[in-house]
């Protein structure tokens, strides 16, 4: 699994960015697919992840209400919609992949994505 991750960018606080995390595989039918963060300093952080084949999205406490994961099967890409954003939401954003169950620790994921940086300014 390939995973490209982009749009990342320079925001001010309450506003929004939409990330977007372009998949290449044989297939993804079965894998579990994740937004982690990672701000200077920190452990990478869970964000969001939903299954491929749809169902349930799980989010991290921090931004449940506020950022919204989808997956467009036909273009095999995953979003971040992040929405009310904060100065604490500025970190390198990565997307990840997993075959199985949600799991929300980054030792969990064996495919990644090149980070793409989100900075809101406040």
């Known amino acids: 699994v390939q995973l490209q991750a982009s749009g990342g960018g320079l925001v001010q606080a309450g506003g929004s960015l939409r990330l977007s995390c372009a998949a290449s595989?044989?297939?993804?039918?079965?894998?579990?697919m994740g937004w982690f963060r990672q701000a200077p300093g920190k452990e990478r952080e869970f964000v969001a992840a939903?299954?491929?084949?749809?169902?349930?999205?799980y989010y991290g406490d921090s931004v449940k209400g506020r950022f919204t994961i989808t997956r467009d099967n036909a273009k095999n890409t995953v979003y971040l919609q992040m929405n009310s954003l904060k100065a604490e939401d500025t970190a390198v954003y990565y997307c990840?992949?997993?075959?199985?169950?949600?799991?929300?620790?980054?030792?969990?994921?064996?495919?990644w994505g090149q980070g793409t940086q989100v900075t809101v300014s406040s």
């Open positions: 990840a992949a997993r075959y199985g169950g949600p799991r929300y620790y980054a030792s969990e994921y064996g495919y």
């Open positions: 939903i299954l491929w084949s749809g169902g349930t999205p």
């Open positions: 595989a044989r297939t993804l039918s079965g894998y579990f």
